[in-house]
């Protein structure tokens, strides 16, 4: 196994037992990076000097006998709308290009503090707004599974840079499904906490009450181990909740005998793909192999649920994105003759259709006249989603879902119709409306053979729970470990792209392709039936 394969709880390891160097792997992940991202295009900047830099003084670190920390020498990408200390910082936006943070997140100090080496910034949807990264100021990433698809997105170049192990982990930004929608998209593990758990501090605002940072990794154990080092109060975001420290690597057990699971009815209604439909229609059926109780639900509001995001999330935009005049960040258009036209020209030339339309959609339902029926409604609905959840709770220890509808899809496909693009987001924008925390996980492959994400969805700061049942699935399952082929970079990437690494998918045609497909390893069978 070559050392960018490993997962980051397996680098750690070997870091910690002095077998590998942190500036080994750290130039390992590097030149990896080098030879496929020209064909993945998951980064906007890969910070090299900075990462051998930090790697060699980790390795002195070791040297003089220190511990090795959590995360010693994992090489870790950060999705580009977090604040990076002299590195630029741009939220794939042409409005922030030059922007260079004289500060980190506090989800970045974090990770350094707990040996993470952040490699780069990865590619995303402008200021996080859309489901595929094509929205991108500056190019679209591919879908390591299939170059002519989409990620997923709003974080898609985080997750495309796990999958195609140009990072061993990387953090997303969820405001509406944007780090388990392209998780599930790309195959991998991506986790959006309880709203307040993780500080939003320095990260770039799209809607302040639906904005949550998570990790994107390559198995759940992983997305304990960054959880457990971003979470906790920082009292420099006033929305971040004091609470006690947790060690999320300890409740991994794989046991859900007697864990009552809720199915919300809702969530398996039309517009799902058949392919999606029976991967999770066969983890389900592993889950109570393995002993839960699965569970019929309702979440009556879930109707709504897509309409609500869609008007609380541009409203907060458009009052968040007004910060952006060409004379605080990055881009001004040049040659203007006063200050009006010269804020009018940069936010026209800086800003992108999509994010123009939600400031457009945030402004009207904000304005005067408008507010009552639309916003505060909105406020309204969402208050009964969340009560949905709170019913459904308290009989269920979790819920599950297919996180997406689809599988990846096509570029170009949703591009023109932007309500069918923002139907990608219709099973994970609830969770951000609600606040609570919410994982997707591979369980299994779909049309085209395409990975196929379930999410999980947990109580109010238990993620505990939610990351116990997706550990049992994982380890009950080999979903997690198929991973794509990426061959021949160099070439530009023409020739790259397949998935021979994907076996039998749970859409039922059951061709398993030679070189071992994942397969459920426990009892039953119908994954690859
Ligand atoms: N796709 C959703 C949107 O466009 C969610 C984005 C996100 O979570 N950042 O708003």
Request: hydrophobic share 40%; net charge neutral; glycine share 12%.
């Given at each position: 196994m ?5 997962t ?121 707004m ?67 758990l ?67 009815k809702?969530y ?6 058949p ?43 458009s ?49 005067a ?19 949905d ?14 996180t ?126």
């Amino acid at each position: 196994m070559r050392l960018y394969e490993l997962t980051a709880h397996e680098l750690k390891e070997k870091i910690e037992r002095r077998e590998v160097g942190v500036e080994q792997a750290v130039r390992a992940l590097l030149d990896r990076i080098a030879e496929v991202d020209e064909a993945v295009r998951a980064y906007v900047t890969v910070a090299r000097e900075q990462a051998l830099a930090k790697a060699r003084a980790a390795d002195e670190r070791l040297a003089r006998g220190e511990p090795a920390r959590p995360l010693e020498g994992v090489p870790v990408a950060i999705k580009d709308n977090m604040c990076t200390r002299g590195v630029e910082t741009t939220c794939s936006s042409k409005i922030l290009k030059g922007f260079v943070p004289p500060y980190d997140a506090t989800v970045v100090e974090l990770l350094e503090r707990a040996g993470a080496i952040i490699v780069g910034k990865t590619n995303m949807d402008e200021f996080a707004m859309g489901s595929s990264t094509e929205n991108s100021g500056f190019f679209p990433t591919r879908n390591p599974w299939d170059l002519g698809r989409v990620p997923g997105g709003s974080s898609g170049g985080s997750a495309a840079a796990v999958a195609s192990d140009e990072a061993v982990a990387a953090l997303g930004s969820d405001t509406g499904g944007s780090v388990r929608q392209p998780a599930a998209l790309c195959g991998v593990v991506g986790l959006k906490p309880t709203y307040g758990l993780v500080s939003r501090y320095g990260l770039v605002a799209f809607a302040s009450s639906l904005d949550q940072i998570g990790p994107i990794t390559k198995d759940v154990r992983d997305g304990a181990l960054v959880l457990g080092v971003i979470a906790g109060h920082d009292p420099r975001d006033s929305t971040s909740v004091p609470r006690k420290r947790c060690d999320y690597l300890k409740g991994l057990v794989p046991d859900v005998r007697g864990m009552r699971i809720g199915v919300p009815k809702e969530y398996f209604g039309e517009g799902m793909a058949p392919g999606v439909r029976a991967a999770v229609g066969a983890a389900l059926k592993t889950l109570q192999d393995m002993g839960a109780i699965l569970a019929d639900v309702s979440l009556p509001h879930s109707e709504y649920a897509l309409a609500t995001y869609y008007i609380v999330a541009p409203a907060e935009a458009s009052s968040n994105l007004a910060r952006y005049d060409g004379v605080r960040y990055g881009y001004r258009a040049p040659g203007c003759p006063d200050s009006v036209t010269m804020m009018t020209q940069t936010r026209s030339e800086g800003f992108g259709a999509e994010v123009k339309r939600r400031i457009m959609l945030g402004t009207y339902t904000l304005s005067a006249g408008y507010y009552e029926a639309y916003y505060l409604k909105a406020l309204k609905v969402r208050t009964l989603i969340t009560r949905d959840f709170d019913r459904a709770f308290e009989k269920c220890d979790c819920l599950v879902s297919p996180t997406s509808p689809t599988v990846a899809f096509r570029f170009g496909e949703k591009m023109d119709d932007p309500l069918a693009m923002y139907l990608s987001d219709i099973y994970t924008v609830t969770a951000n409306l609600a606040g609570i925390p919410a994982v997707s996980i591979p369980c299994g492959f779909g049309e085209d053979g395409m990975p196929v994400g379930l999410q999980i969805l947990g109580k109010h700061y238990d993620e505990a729970t939610v990351l116990r049942v997706a550990y049992a699935f994982e380890q009950a399952t080999d979903f997690h470990k198929a991973k794509p082929v990426l061959r021949d970079a160099g070439a530009g990437g023409a020739a790259m792209g397949g998935a021979a690494a994907r076996g039998a998918a749970a859409s039922g045609d059951g061709s398993g392709e030679a070189g071992g497909g994942p397969t459920r390893k426990a009892a039953g069978g119908e994954a690859d039936a």
